[in-house]
Nanobody, 124 residues
Framework: QVQLVESGGGLVQAGDSLRLSCEVSGRTSSSYAMGWFRQAPGKEREFVAGISFSGGASRYADVVQDRFTISRDIAKNAVVLQMNSLKPEDTAVYYC?????????????????WGQGTQVTVSS
């Protein structure tokens, strides 16, 4: 069974950085694109970043462009989200997810396997 486990969240101050990691296990997990989403209280879950299965293609939400970086750590079988210059509006629960395709999509409905989430809180 495919399983995703996020880690790395925490409480930081505006301008700080965090590195989130999503450990992937399972027979088919490595054949699909991966994405990061986030959800704040009272808000819908929104796309943050995605990375394709192959080719090194990645995409980002406009609000995190130039601040966040998504990558694959093949040796550790993980997907990493490096978050720099964090802002209070970045506060949310961050979820790792596996897509149904080999290319990244911003639509949450195209992701069928989700991690448990990790809390990121950015103070003013």
């Amino acid at each position: 069974q495919v399983q995703l486990v996020e880690s790395g969240g925490g409480l930081v101050q505006a301008g700080d950085s965090l590195r989130l990691s999503c450990e992937v296990s399972g027979r088919t997990s490595s054949s699909y694109a991966m994405g990061w989403f986030r959800q704040a209280p009272g808000k819908e879950r929104e796309f943050v970043a995605g990375i394709s299965f192959s080719g090194g293609a990645s995409r980002y939400a406009d609000v995190v462009q130039d601040r966040f970086t998504i990558s694959r750590d093949i040796a550790k079988n993980a997907v990493v989200l490096q978050m720099n210059s964090l802002k209070p509006e970045d506060t949310a629960v961050y979820y790792c997810a596996q897509a149904r395709t080999t290319w990244a999509t911003p639509q949450s409905s195209e992701y069928d396997i989700w991690g448990q989430g990790t809390q990121v809180t950015v103070s003013s």
